[in-house]
């Protein structure tokens, strides 16, 4: 059993410096594979004991909990007198360490932007992080290497490497932009281009889609059209289409909260997007409960069009926050690492 499917229900975060002292001192007599090496523990059948454990429901934690863990399923949580230890089971006690549900992400990547217009694949070594952070599923919202991330994701679900499960979104979709940061995306010139990259992709394994800014109505009409003839979903970064257009075309979800809604631009022309920061400054301007938010809020309700809210990245911009921990900040690539200091 790999460490991914024991982990697709719960993720154990451990902390025990014992444990992962122990785990870096163990001498070594052949080569390991990366699930071995990135994994404390498995077995078909194990206890985890004495966690503290977070139930996901907003209840307080429950110290000296027992987790029976059978073929990948949890078969049983409660005290240690609760819950039988079957013969021949693996028993991990975690003292000190807490038992989460797995975190599902829904605006994630398998690139980085390194400098410029310059996107790093980060293929090898998002995926492990990702699950190390908590995450069991992911979506990656946007592709610049779609059949690293279609390989990625078979080798995880085939147990091979270690990552989360992963709904792998095709390439960007986007309009006939020549913007140098999108060199690397397709510039989709019709309806009839958009439909036959959502066919290809959706044969070549991609479950779901994402608009970018520069699509049209008619662009973005088109991708809807022929994704939910194949039963996945479409979510969109926007700009030259406003929320309520894109609402009204069917879209299933929207990124970035409203922070990218051109809805306010004065004088907006259609499948235009506002140069400059127009669609920050028409946000700006809103009162506190504008009624056309508030309108524009009810009309994604009435729909049941979700918000992709992104806030961690707006975190980044917001002054006054604290420097990640040294940990994370090694763990950066030097120019990564350089841009996030300086900023």
């Not at 693996?90 to 807490?98: E, T």
């Not at 920050?280 to 069009?305: C, N, T, W």
Request: with cysteine; glycine share 6%; proline share 5%.
């Amino acid at each position: 059993m790999t460490f991914k499917r024991a982990l697709r229900k719960f993720v154990w975060i451990v902390v025990l410096a014992s444990l992962v002292s122990a785990a870096s001192t163990q001498s070594i007599a052949a080569p390991v594979s990366e699930i071995d090496r990135l994994t404390l523990f498995s077995a078909d059948t194990m206890v985890v004991k004495n966690a503290q454990l977070f139930d996901g429901t907003g209840a307080p934690p429950v110290d000296g909990q027992s987790i029976l863990i059978r073929a990948g399923r949890i078969a049983a949580i409660g005290s240690e007198s609760e819950v039988a230890v079957p013969e021949g089971a693996l028993v991990k006690d975690v003292q000190g360490a807490a038992v989460t549900p797995g975190f599902v992400l829904m605006h994630e990547h398998l690139f980085y932007p390194v400098e410029g217009d310059t996107y790093g694949s980060m293929i090898r070594s998002f995926p492990p992080l990702y699950l190390a952070g908590g995450v069991t599923t992911l979506r990656t919202a946007g592709s610049m290497t779609p059949y690293a991330d279609l390989n990625t994701e078979r080798d995880i679900a085939a147990g091979e490497i270690v990552g989360p499960d992963m709904d792998v979104t095709a390439p960007f979709l986007n309009g006939d932009s020549k913007l140098r940061f999108l060199t690397d995306v397709k510039r989709i010139k019709s309806p009839k281009d958009a439909d036959r990259m959502v066919r290809y992709w959706a044969d070549e394994g991609a479950t779901s889609y994402k608009g970018y800014m520069h699509l049209t109505r008619a662009q973005l009409a088109a991708v809807v059209a022929a994704a939910h003839a194949r039963h996945a979903k479409v979510t969109a970064h926007l700009c030259s289409i406003t929320y309520r257009e894109a609402v009204d075309l069917g879209i299933d979800n929207l990124e970035h909260g409203f922070m990218v809604a051109s809805d306010f631009v004065a004088g907006k022309k259609p499948d235009d997007c506002p140069a400059g920061n127009a669609v920050s400054k028409s946000l700006d301007q809103l009162v506190k409960d504008d009624p056309a938010m508030r309108a524009l809020q009810r009309h994604l309700i009435d729909r049941r069009v979700a918000l992709t809210s992104t806030l961690t990245i707006f975190e980044t911009f917001a002054n006054g926050r604290p420097m990640a921990s040294p940990g994370a900040i090694d763990l950066l690539i030097p120019q990564l690492r350089e841009q996030y200091v300086s900023r």
